[in-house]
């Protein structure tokens, strides 16, 4: 698996909330939005619009 890096913009209090979140949880901020980004739901592809059911 090869890394990739990702920018990303967010306010000061998200940020200092993300840093003591991690120092809470003993883990880096990285390993934090790995875990995050890991618990959301795999979208089934062909599936895009499920608003649109009547």
């Known amino acids: 698996?090869?890394?990739?890096a990702l920018?990303?913009?967010i306010?000061?209090?998200?940020?200092?909330k993300l840093r003591l979140y991690?120092?809470?949880k003993d883990k880096t901020m990285t390993q934090?939005?790995?875990?995050?980004?890991d618990s959301l739901p795999t979208p089934e592809i062909g599936n895009?619009?499920?608003t649109n059911e009547r």
């Open 22 to 24: 991690s120092a809470w």
């Open 11 to 16: 306010s000061e209090r998200r940020l200092n």
């Open 48 to 50: 895009s619009s499920s």
């Open 7 to 9: 920018n990303l913009r």
């Open 1 to 4: 698996m090869k890394n990739k």
């Open 32 to 37: 934090i939005l790995e875990d995050f980004i």
